[in-house]
């Protein structure tokens, strides 16, 4: 079973940044497309940026210009970095990994989940 673990949610207020990680042991961590997810009250989960392995990125509309999203294959590391905050960018954020054809913001894509970190943006 492959571990992934986020960190680096927490409480900001509006127009505010936080900087999400993911990592995992995983020693192929390089052949994965790798995506963040969130579920947001009243909302499924949905996907908010992708990246490929070739580093193409992928974003939600609703994201776009505000979040980025890089990997550093040599620290299986995974990261969001999330700018101007929004109220309804409350929510448990979510790191995501698959195989497919990439990059993804579809959730039937991603077998391999971590359990999520909580963002929690106020005014």
């Known amino acids: 079973q492959v571990e992934l673990v986020e960190s680096g949610g927490g409480s900001v207020q509006a127009g505010g940044s936080l900087r999400l990680s993911c990592t995992s042991p995983?020693?192929?961590?390089?052949?994965?497309?790798w995506a963040w997810f969130r579920r947001t009250p009243g909302k499924d989960r949905e996907g908010v940026a992708a990246i490929g392995r070739d580093g193409r990125t992928t974003y939600a509309d609703s994201v776009k210009g505000r979040f980025n999203i890089t990997r550093d294959n040599s620290k299986n590391t995974l990261v969001l970095l999330m700018n101007n905050l929004k109220l309804e960018d409350t929510g448990m954020y979510y790191c995501?990994?698959?195989?497919?054809?990439?990059?993804?913001?579809?959730?039937?894509?991603?077998?391999?989940w971590g359990q999520g970190t909580q963002v929690t943006v106020s005014s």
């Open positions: 995501a990994a698959e195989l497919g054809a990439g990059p993804s913001l579809s959730t039937d894509d991603f077998g391999w």
């Open positions: 995983m020693y192929n961590f390089e052949s994965y497309h």
